[in-house]
């Protein structure tokens, strides 16, 4: 197998990689980061709750990998362990696998979650794009660096029930690294052009990884940050988009609303919207919060429930297509 600095493609057992979910965009802003954190969340919560329910294979593995391929190394902020000694390492794992060829060494079970590990980003991820971008100048470089993830992460995978993970903004080494381990892509969008156009780029990257990983598919698109009520909207965006990539089928039904909010408290608080919404009814009273006696409280926003809700049907939604997926090309045989 070529090593990442070897300007050798790897070689790569695709099978292995079958439970891979990116989540990207061109464009920021777009809650790329929120989505990978929530569903990944989301996902390990559900492996718990089946771990613990009667006649499950308990031999089997049930865990969720988070890779957080973000130089910023907001994951770890929302999942309560930004800076943590001996658990946020700044993203040097994922570096040094990238660009040195080392093993991935997840963090395990961050923020207390059983089943949820944890590939951090942060200062070290900003800086793999200097160490080996100048590789993607030549056709056995970039196919080197294209791989480079998906050549350490395969034999990672078959430990977990999904890996997801989050990509960063404008940033083409980075997103192409991650589309090289992508079995498939989820794209979250705003209600508005430059997403659209956000989406487009994406696209044109995703045909680019594709002379690489021949198994990468566009899963769906969903909206982002949309008022509960502007469905008129959504659906405008929506047919937008079909018109886009010539495919209905595409885009999901599924959306998550905008609050502020449950943004601001997921920061604060190191939760994700889940786990906010289960506060709710510890919130201090109105009184209490006037009087100033829930000073040291843990105060959350009510529009959390609806957010987890959303999460909850987005999950729903992608997993179980997902599925379909691999079941038609199974049957086709074209999964490998």
């Known amino acids: 197998m070529g090593h990442p600095l070897s300007g050798v493609a790897p070689t790569i057992n695709w099978s292995a990689l079958g439970n891979v979910i990116v989540v990207a965009n061109w464009k920021g802003g777009v809650g790329k980061t929120a989505t990978a954190v929530n ?59 990238i660009v040195t060829h080392t093993d991935l060494k997840p963090a395990r079970s961050v923020g207390g979650r059983a089943d949820l590990d944890l590939l951090p980003g942060g200062t070290y991820v900003s800086m793999i794009t200097d160490a080996i971008g100048s590789r993607m100048k030549s056709a056995g470089g970039a196919a080197s660096v294209i791989l480079s993830l998906a050549e350490r992460l395969q034999h990672l995978a078959p430990n977990y029930d999904v890996v997801i993970i989050d990509t960063p903004p404008e940033n083409e080494t980075l997103l192409l690294i991650a589309l090289g381990v992508a079995r498939f892509v989820l794209v979250p969008i705003k209600t508005d052009d430059s997403t659209r156009l956000g989406l487009l780029q994406l696209a044109s990257y995703i045909r680019v990884a594709m002379e690489h990983n021949p198994f990468i598919m566009l899963l769906g698109v969903f909206v982002f940050g949309s ?105 086709k045989g074209l999964w490998p």
């Open 227 to 331: 008022g509960h009520s502007s469905k008129a909207i959504r659906a405008e965006i929506g047919r937008d988009v079909a018109r886009d990539l010539g495919d209905a089928t595409l885009v999901l039904k599924s959306f998550i609303r905008f609050s502020e909010g449950v943004a601001a408290d997921s920061s604060r608080y190191g939760r994700v919207a889940e786990e906010l919404s289960r506060e709710i009814e510890n919130n201090p009273s109105w009184v209490k919060r006037r009087r100033g006696e829930a000073k040291d409280s843990i105060v959350v926003s009510g529009a959390s429930k609806g957010v987890a809700e959303d999460y909850d049907g987005l999950g729903d939604e992608v997993f179980a297509l997902a599925e379909k997926k691999r079941a038609e090309l199974v049957e």
């Open 39 to 97: 569903l990944a969340a989301r996902q390990a919560s559900k492996a718990a709750v089946d771990d613990d329910a009667v006649g499950t294979d308990r031999g089997r593995p049930k865990r969720v990998l988070l890779v957080d391929l973000n130089g910023q190394g907001t994951a770890s902020l929302l999942l309560g362990i930004k800076g943590k000694a001996g658990v946020d390492d700044d993203g040097l794992g994922l570096f040094q696998a």
